[in-house]
């Protein structure tokens, strides 16, 4: 089974400026998609992730590398046809309707009349723009307008659906949604590969990662390769104590009322910890040990960059 | 049809384009005001509505081709709408051809709407529909088709302003460079005439296009210049088309 997508020591060079100047963006960027899986590409900003889709799509032209979409070669137009995309920022014609927008972009693939009207009502529904479906773009927020683009992403049922920053510009109950449905295209069989520079909230979705800083791939795996299970610390929130009690066991990060939030860093003084809490007649709010996570991670080697 | 898709969302763009309709309402302006003018004057006062409305519907066409060329190419680049299209399974070359449909679509609809009101008011003036006029018109409409597709190349890679002007210049090189040939003719063989021809062939002659006054005054055509002229007319345009493929295909969206 080809991989969905294929890159290989991907390099684009910007020239910018009036007297150009040259800025390498990618610097030799390899990594590979798996068919079926949902591919969290993420980097801080201006780490080159809209650089390498745009690469992928065939807007710019590398200046050395390969690009397999499916085993096909990125520069023929016909590796685009099972694919679908959401641009970073929506840019689309303000003055066409949600409605028309997708009927244009059905024409686009060059899919038929018939079939299409069904296909729109469909998605316009899935992504909760039913009743705007006949108001022009332009009267669209930005959330909406990210739906109206997830919509015309999925017209022609792609294979692979790629993301480009889907969750910017939407409110918590949005990004919730947008997720789930993300994790509706895997359970349909379908390729997710989307960029992300938030970390909070997708890495429970992602099966495979690859994360870029200034153009290079700095790590690349299966999150729980990636994640361990380490306990870094554990959080203790606690009251009827002073934050001094507990000098030498734990750091107290903040105190709200008669609430102090701890971070214990050696799980054996979690115990000795909660017999001073008890000891005091004191008492235990909450208790919770923090793994690892994405976002550890991810701060630690861009960081180390 | 993709490309055809996109001829009808720039159509849809360009009616929107409220500089079109200034220049639709000065065209019909110095249309209409050819009856006054033809009172004024002395001499066959139809002879002055048919130059003068000829000569509106050309310049403001050619104003029109020039403002919504340049001006829609490039406004799909700066908005970025164009990063949604070439996503699609769609070839540059395809892109620049539905964009110059649109156009050429937008330009058929501006002439056939200059044309009537022009063949009212002669018919104001004569109570005969004349269709000979329309001869005029359509090779009018073929320079606008030519101009149209320069305006497309330029602004594939340059800002409106700058298109607009190299565009103008285009035009009023094509205008004048007939002038050539009356300089070749005269010349002695040699280098330097080899040099004006090849300059000649080269440079567009849009005086091709020009059958405002045979038409108006009646003389008569003969049919092989109406086939050269259209032949001209089309093979410029699919060379200019081409060229504007060539750079577009090369440029970075970034
Ligand atoms: N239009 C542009 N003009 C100038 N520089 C750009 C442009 N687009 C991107 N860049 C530069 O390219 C680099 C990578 O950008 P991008 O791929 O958009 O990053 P990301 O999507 O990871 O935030 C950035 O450092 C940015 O400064
Ligand atoms: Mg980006």
Known sequence: ?305 | MKIWAIAGITFKEAKRDRILYLLFFFAALGIVASRALAVLTVGDRVKIIKDVGLASISVFGVLMAILIGTGLVYKEIDKKTIFTLLAKPLHRAEFILGKFLGLVLTLFVMTLAMSLIFLAIVYAHTLKIEGVLLVAVGYIFLELVLITAVAVLFSSFSTPILSSLFALAFYLIGHLSWGLELIIKKMRPGAGKALVRALYTFLPDLENFNFKTEVVHGLPIPPGIYVSAFLYGVCYTAFILGLAVLVFRRRDFI
């Open chain 1, 1 to 305: 089974m080809a991989d969905a997508i294929r890159i290989d020591k991907l390099q684009k060079t910007f020239r910018l400026g009036f007297i150009p100047k040259t800025r390498p963006i990618l610097k030799g960027i390899s990594f590979s998609v798996r068919e079926g899986e949902i591919f969290g590409y993420l980097g801080p900003n201006g780490a080159g992730k809209t650089t390498t889709i745009k690469c992928l799509l065939g807007l710019i032209h590398p200046d050395a590398g390969t690009i397999e979409i499916f085993g096909r070669s990125h520069l023929s137009p016909r590796s685009r046809e099972p694919l679908g995309f959401l641009p970073e920022n929506p840019y689309f014609y303000d003055y066409l309707t949600a409605r028309e927008f997708l009927a244009f972009t059905a024409d686009l693939f060059g899919l038929a009349r018939k079939e299409t009207g069904g296909r729109i009502a469909r998605l316009l529904k899935l992504v909760g723009l039913e009743r705007a479906a006949d108001l022009p773009l332009r009267k669209f927020s930005r959330g909406m307008l990210q739906r109206a683009g997830l919509a015309q992403a999925l017209i022609n049922d792609p294979k692979l659906v790629i993301l480009d920053e889907p969750l910017g510009g939407m409110d918590p109950l949005g990004r919730k949604e947008i997720r789930d449905i993300i994790v509706r295209f895997k359970d349909e069989g379908k390729t997710v590969f989307f960029t992300s520079h938030i970390l909070q909230d997708i890495e429970m979705i992602c099966d495979r990662v690859a994360i870029i800083v200034g153009g290079r791939i700095v790590k690349e795996g299966a999150l729980r390769d990636l994640v361990s299970e380490r306990v870094l610390f554990t959080e203790a929130t606690v009251s009827g104590l002073f934050p001094d009690a507990f000098r030498g066991l734990a750091e107290s990060v903040s105190v709200q009322g008669d609430r102090v939030l701890l971070r214990i860093f050696e799980e054996s003084k979690v115990g000795e910890v909660l017999d001073l809490v008890r000891a005091h007649k004191g008492r235990l709010v909450s208790l919770s040990p923090r793994t690892e996570t994405l976002e550890d991670i991810f701060v630690e080697t861009v960081t180390r960059t």
